[in-house]
T-cell receptor
Framework: AQKITQTQPGMFVQEKEAVTLDCTYD???????LFWYKQPSSGEMIFLIYQGSYDQQNATEGRYSLNFQKARKSANLVISASQLGDSAMYFCAMREGYFGNEKLTFGTGTRLTIIP | NAGVTQTPKFQVLKTGQSMTLQCAQDMNHEYMSWYRQDPGMGLRLIHY???????DQGEVPNGYNVSRSTTEDFPLRLLSAAPSQTSVYFC??????????????FGSGTQLSVL
């Protein structure tokens, strides 16, 4: 079974609208972390946001927020007020197990295109 | 302010050739890793290291070797390149193994083609 599932291969969103990128995960470990990375067309991987399994509140970083629903095992990325520069591939990733285990499992990604 | 530096950025090999992808970080990070990115498959972990002298296999280690003689460097060796190793390779590092919240810092990637 896939540990990280991103069901939206591609999305088109009008500029200034909010967008939600879906991510579901599968783990039996009570300790885990969830990450979102952005990969623009230039190819680099840019860290966006992190949510720990024991965090009580949803993570936020500027225009990015993570809608963490633990019981449903989902960790959707929400981008508010989208901009043309948000056009990129977005990857959800998970770290399982004890703190310090930095091996990440990545999803297949969602290609987001912002339309002017 | 270099961060994670990967060389080369592009490489073309013939089947059976060997080469080393270089990765260096100047942030004194304990953890370093190599991923490969293939279309439609996201990033997959090849090998990783939790400190100098310590390496371990990831999800797709076959055909690759690594070593970690210093904290700064983590080279990836392809002993006998195969077309299936055509991919984009990323090196990554992170600082604090004890918290688990540290993000991975990625290099800019190496695009490798094996003919």
């Amino acid at each position: 079974a896939q540990k990280i599932t991103q069901t939206q291969p591609g999305m088109f969103v009008q500029e200034k609208e909010a967008v939600t990128l879906d991510c579901t995960y599968d783990t039996s470990d009570p300790s885990y972390g969830l990450f979102w990375y952005k990969q623009p067309s230039s190819g680099e991987m840019i860290f966006l946001i992190y949510q720990g399994s024991y965090d009580q509140q949803n993570a936020t970083e500027g225009r990015y927020s993570l809608n963490f629903q633990k019981a449903r095992k989902s960790a959707n990325l929400v981008i508010s007020a989208s901009q043309l520069g948000d056009s990129a591939m977005y990857f959800c990733a998970m770290r399982e197990g004890y703190f310090g285990n930095e091996k990440l499992t990545f999803g297949t990604g969602t290609r987001l295109t912002i339309i002017p | 302010n270099a961060g994670v530096t990967q060389t080369p950025k592009f490489q073309v090999l013939k089947t059976g050739q060997s080469m080393t992808l270089q990765c260096a970080q100047d942030m004194n990070h304990e953890y370093m890793s190599w991923y490969r990115q293939d279309p439609g498959m996201g990033l997959r972990l090849i090998h990783y290291s939790v400190g100098a002298g310590i390496t371990d296999q990831g999800e797709v280690p076959n055909g690759y070797n690594v070593s970690r003689s210093t904290t700064e460097d983590f080279p990836l060796r392809l002993l006998s390149a195969a077309p299936s190793q055509t991919s984009v390779y990323f090196c990554a590092s992170s600082a604090n193994r004890r918290t688990g919240t540290e993000k991975l810092f990625f290099g800019s990637g190496t695009q490798l083609s094996v003919l």
